[in-house]
């Protein structure tokens, strides 16, 4: 049950109105909290509560969203908020930068539907939509592209594709996704790309232009026309997204990557950092059920913990656990304290944990090997000051090893800025995976000068 709302002032005419519908809705279904209603309606309790409010008419995404999470019917409600706002009621812009309202697509024009759906089961990030959508706004009502960033396995393409869901309603001319992680290295690929959703957008394929520039200027100006979400999903450094990049009035670009791409300009950047303990437990809870999982509410948190509140290893644990309906939980997180081999337990179906990090590991510079290895020996939060000094090395180089662990994806950002954690599950998997890999664990032990020699130190910095 929701808290008691204030009542909402009778002066407030049609905004108040509405508002009253709003909670006639609510009430009606139950009066679910706010919270309840935020895991469906995507927004945060905080806007949905405002929306009730009476203060303002709620933007009509906001508005549609609080009528869903109730069993509203969305049209009846659209039409309900139109005449709220014909009331000559003031209003918040529609979205927080400022679209008209949600206009219909073009008749006759092509309206691509590339999104993948994402997974069934969410929970969290409440706060990072909150970010994710004041990130967007630009100067003179410009919007911005959003990367989504964080290690591997964190939940960036997941969150980036409910992020793009949730904002379809406000793209009316379609949505554009491209999975960069299938592209060649190279600089062909975002004009592979721009070709594809060219067509997409209904050029005709003689008249997508040949020369790169012309290409690039006709995707940008149709960007710019057009009102389209695009998402460009695991992109591996600045080249090969630049050129699909565009500051546009109309439409959006939502980028995810496990690097900070700190070389593009006019860009913002959401960082995803592991899941809440309180998040980590509703996840479980989702995937192998409410009744076991409060149950055995302490081995759940357990079990959590070992998972390192990572969302890919939460899910692929949660499944496995669901798979074992008679199994208790105090067993299972018991077996992970005694020590189990990571990358045989985190494995369910075609999904495993090892399959994402040891490619990151491998795709390391030596330096950046060594230091995840220290690390990985029970380190705690790193900076590049306190690696340089246990490394005796550089903080040019230490910076240099952490950019390369972190823009991998290895290391997570703690609270404060600059101060870094390795996640103890993928040190566990990359100390234990390291004869299959051949990573030499004797070099942890070599002596300082022979690592400096083993990894190309010299004294101006280092030679990768
Ligand atoms: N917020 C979330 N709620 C529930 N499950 C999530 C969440 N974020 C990620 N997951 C799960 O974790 C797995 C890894 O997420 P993904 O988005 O692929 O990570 P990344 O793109 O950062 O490597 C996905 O299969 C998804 O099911
Ligand atoms: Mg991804």
New binding site residues.
């Given amino acids: 049950m929701g808290r008691r709302e204030k009542p909402i002032d009778t002066r407030s005419g049609p905004v108040g109105a509405f508002a009253g519908d709003l909670r006639k809705l609510r009430a009606a279904a139950g009066n679910p909290s706010y919270r309840q209603m935020a895991s469906a309606a995507l927004y945060s309790p905080s806007v949905l509560s405002d929306a009730a409010g009476g203060h303002r008419l709620p933007t009509l995404p906001v508005a549609l969203a609080f009528a869903r999470a109730c069993g509203g019917d969305p049209q009846e409600w659209e039409q309900r908020w139109r005449e709220a706002r014909g009331g000559g009621a003031p209003t918040e812009p529609l979205t927080p930068i400022g679209v008209d309202e949600m206009a219909a697509a073009e008749p006759g024009q092509p309206r691509p539907a590339q999104l993948p759906i994402g997974p069934h089961d969410f929970v969290g990030r409440m706060a990072e939509f909150d970010g994710a959508r004041a990130a967007m706004v630009g100067i003179a009502d410009s919007r911005v592209p959003v990367i989504v960033r964080g290690p591997v396995g964190i939940g ?2 997941t969150f980036a594709l409910r992020f793009a869901h949730q904002l379809t309603a406000e793209f009316p001319d379609g949505q554009l996704f491209a999975d960069m992680a299938t592209r060649r290295a190279d600089d062909t690929a975002p004009l592979e790309v721009i070709t594809g959703f060219l067509h997409a957008l209904g050029v005709p394929p003689d008249q997508v232009p040949d020369d790169d520039m012309h290409r690039i200027g006709l995707y940008r100006s149709m960007l710019a026309e057009r009102r389209v979400i695009v998402l460009l ?2 992109v591996k450094d600045e080249p090969q997204v630049r050129p699909l990049l565009a500051r546009s009035l109309n439409s959006q670009i939502v980028v ?1 990557s496990r690097s900070r791409l700190l070389g593009l300009d006019g860009v913002r950047r959401i960082t995803l950092g592991p899941l809440s303990r309180v998040e980590s437990i509703d996840l479980l809870r989702l995937l192998i059920g409410s009744d076991r999982v409060r149950a055995e509410h302490a081995a759940g948190l357990r079990i959590a913990e070992f998972c390192g509140h990572l969302p890919l290893a939460l899910t692929i644990a949660g499944r496995k656990i669901a798979a074992q309906p008679g199994r208790r939980l105090s067993e299972i997180a018991g077996r992970l304290a005694d020590g189990v081999n990571v990358s045989n337990w985190l494995r369910i179906g075609d999904i495993s944990l090892a399959d994402v990090v040891l490619p990151a590991y491998l795709a390391l510079p030596p330096l950046a090997k060594h230091v995840l290895h220290m690390l990985a020996g029970g380190a705690d939060e790193v900076t590049p000051t306190t690696l340089a000094r246990a490394l005796h090395i550089s903080i040019e180089s230490a910076e240099y090893a952490m950019d390369s662990l972190i823009d991998g994806g290895l290391l997570h950002r703690v609270s404060t800025p600059d101060r870094y954690l390795m996640s103890p599950l993928i040190g566990q998997l990359v100390t234990q995976e390291a004869d299959r890999f051949a990573i030499r664990r004797d070099q942890d032990q070599l002596h300082t000068d022979q690592l400096r020699a083993a990894i190309g130190f010299t004294e101006g910095g280092f030679t990768h």
């Fill in positions: 960036k393409t999903d695991n995810t």
